[in-house]
């Protein structure tokens, strides 16, 4: 199972973005989701999860600017983005938190630049 994340761009600084991430609701219903990043320079970093309660968590980089979602309905994970920052540019991927080897997939690029 792969989890893909898409909803990137390019996107000015002090913009927004959303990103959406399907799975499949048995990963939903059991499973605390995340979203990670992965810039040139960094190791990937986890920057939000979500319980399966609904329970957040962020990444102090983050707090007050992401806010990750989820639509059980839906079997989707969101991450809402706002006022991005050059330094967010990264390609962001969600998995499970933590994570699970097999889920990664290809991730969604995000670029903030003006």
């Known amino acids: 199972v792969q989890l893909q994340a898409s909803g990137g761009g390019l996107v000015q600084p002090g913009g927004s973005l959303r990103l959406s991430c399907a799975a499949s609701g048995s990963i939903l219903s059991i499973n605390a989701m995340g979203w990670y990043r992965r810039t040139t320079e960094k190791q990937r970093e986890l920057v939000a999860a979500i319980t399966s309660g609904g329970t957040t968590n962020y990444a102090d980089s983050v707090k007050g600017l992401f806010t990750i979602s989820r639509d059980n309905a839906k079997d989707t994970v969101y991450l809402q983005m706002h006022s991005l920052k050059p330094e967010d540019t990264a390609v962001y991927y969600c998995?499970?938190?933590?994570?699970?080897?097999?889920?990664w997939g290809r991730g969604t690029q995000v670029t903030v630049s003006s």
């Open positions: 998995n499970t938190a933590p994570h699970s080897v097999g889920f």
